[in-house]
Nanobody, 120 residues
């Protein structure tokens, strides 16, 4: 099995910064795309950013220029640096990993989520 553990959420004032981390562990052969989703109260979960194993990156428009996704393949870890935070960024943030296991199984695994709250 594969487990993803996130850290780095918290409470910050508007304009501040936070850095989220997510590390995958378990029977991992290879991780393809890793990403971050978020879900605000009363809203659907939305994709924030993705990064492939080769380093190709995509962001949703609302975070372009403020958030930076990166990863360390050797550590099975993905990061999300969030700058110039706005109250509308408040949400639970989840990481995902498209993973092949040593049992030749492929799955999209999720972390437990970390709360990010931006006060105005």
């Amino acid at each position: 099995q594969v487990q993803l553990v996130e850290s780095g959420g918290g409470l910050v004032q508007a304009g501040g910064s936070l850095r989220l981390s997510c590390t995958a562990s378990g029977s991992i052969f290879r991780i393809n795309t890793m990403g971050w989703y978020r879900q605000a109260p009363g809203k659907q979960r939305e994709l924030v950013a993705t990064i492939t194993s080769g380093g190709s990156i995509n962001y949703i428009n609302s975070v372009q220029g403020r958030f930076t996704i990166s990863r360390e393949n050797a550590k099975n870890t993905v990061y999300l640096q969030m700058n110039s935070l706005k109250p509308e960024d408040t949400a639970v943030y989840y990481c995902t990993a498209d993973t092949y296991t040593y049992a030749s199984q492929r799955g999209n695994y999720w972390g437990q989520g970390t709360q990010v709250t931006v006060s105005s």
